[in-house]
């Protein structure tokens, strides 16, 4: 299989929301078209896209919705259960504990750790929250497959150093910190960056001719 672009696995995200809604709709076939028209993009980036992963329709008869729905699911791996923790207490780390989407996508946060003595020991949502100082240690013990960096920027390579190193060994990052992060090879880090979304907004009500 060639290398597959971030940006290719983000349409596939799209399409399976697509086919998520055309099933809960009862529909039960799709066409190229009808995606693309769904996600703003060509029918040939669609069957350009899926192709990296095998055939999938008929010519003329479109796409079978549950099917596709169910090999996208398995490309992207969230067909099982994924054990999550969330480094740090603040608002940010909350409000994801609380996401319950994130429980029906089989992203299962497990943990959650902060070294703020006056969140230590007390409970969001079901979890109780641990202390930073035994993170080693409890994500190993859970299993605990992706971690969520939400601690203030000056905090968070030295977390991200605590939890890429070979006895812990986490291998994919969600990062929300403001920051750069600095991981070896073999690591994976998202970033989620609220102030350069939101700054992509701006930059569209200020510059319209330039947006597509």
């Not at 994801?96 to 070294?115: M, P, S, T």
């Not at 080693?136 to 299993?143: A, F, G, L, R, S």
């Not at 600095?182 to 102030?195: C, D, H, I, L």
């Amino acid at each position: 299989m060639p290398k597959i672009s971030y940006a290719t696995v983000r349409r596939l995200s799209r399409y399976y929301r697509s086919l998520d809604l055309a099933e809960r709709r009862h529909i039960s076939t799709v066409s190229s078209e009808e995606l693309a028209r769904q996600n703003h993009l060509t029918a040939a980036q669609v069957r350009k896209d899926l192709s990296f992963f095998g055939a999938f329709g008929r010519r003329g008869l479109g796409y079978n919705v549950s099917d596709l729905k169910r090999n996208i699911s398995r490309i992207l791996g969230i067909d099982r259960t994924w054990n999550v923790a969330v480094i740090g207490a603040g608002n940010i780390g909350r409000a994801l504990i609380n996401f319950e989407q994130f429980k029906i996508q089989g992203f299962l946060i497990r943990l959650v750790l902060d070294n703020d003595s006056m969140k230590i020991g007390k409970k969001v949502g079901d979890l109780v929250v641990k202390d930073m100082k035994g993170l080693p240690e409890v994500v190993k013990k859970i299993d605990i497959d992706i971690a969520i960096i939400c601690v203030p920027s000056n905090a968070a390579q030295k977390v991200v150093d605590m939890l890429v190193v070979k006895e812990v060994g986490i291998k994919a990052i969600l990062n929300f910190a403001p920051v750069s992060l600095s991981v070896p090879k073999g690591v994976t880090v998202r970033n989620e960056n609220m102030a350069i979304e939101i700054e992509a907004l701006s930059f569209a009500l200020t510059n319209p001719d330039y947006v597509r």
